[in-house]
């Protein structure tokens, strides 16, 4: 089966959804299809094509495990992934920053962004006022744990949080 073009709403999660069920399961007998292979109704998986009712986070679950490439897109709109992680793999975040090579400006926000999560796996340390996306030192100190070549310090405006 050759998979269709989407060209339904790209801002309706639901839409989105119905293309990955569409993808999968051919029809006549989609519904059953889906009942047999993941367990979920096949009432169920009519009722989101028919736009009763939203997917739940089972059939979400359950297309992902078949189209792991789209999950992204499924849900968010935005299918601009460069891989998928399972966090419980202690390699995870080197995979990340591998997976980042050749993009240095994505490295540094990736390692902004997990920095302090990570410091005792790379024994840094790291106080809750004093974070790597704050203090330039920490994520140089935090770079340079990891074995990458540190940049220049860039100053890091603290966020806002409602606060004027």
């Known amino acids: 089966m050759t998979p269709e073009r989407f060209d339904g709403d790209a801002t309706d999660f639901r839409e989105r959804f119905i293309w990955v069920i569409r993808n999968f399961a051919g029809r006549p007998t989609r519904y059953k299809v889906l009942e047999e292979r993941f367990g979920i109704s096949a009432r169920k ?3 989101v094509c028919n736009h009763v009712q939203q997917p739940s986070i089972e059939m979400v679950a359950a297309m ?3 189209y792991p490439f789209f999950l992204s897109w499924m849900v968010t709109g935005s299918g601009r992934t460069l891989i998928q992680l ?9 995979t990340l920053l591998d997976t980042l090579e050749n993009a240095p400006a994505a490295q540094t926000d990736v390692l902004n962004r997990y ?3 990570l410091t005792l796996d790379h ?3 790291t106080a809750e006022e004093a974070t790597s ?5 920490k994520r140089i100190a935090l770079e ?6 540190a940049e ?4 890091v405006r603290p966020k806002n949080h409602g606060n004027k």
Request: proline fraction near 8%; hydrophobic fraction near 30%.
């Open 115 to 117: 920095a302090d999560r």
């Open 144 to 149: 340079q744990g990891l074995g990458i070549e």
């Open 123 to 125: 024994g840094i340390e």
């Open 45 to 47: 998986w009519q009722n």
């Open 133 to 137: 996306a704050t203090m330039s030192e």
């Open 64 to 66: 992902a495990t078949v």
């Open 86 to 94: 399972d966090p419980s793999d202690p390699d995870w975040f080197q």
């Open 152 to 155: 220049e310090p860039q100053k």
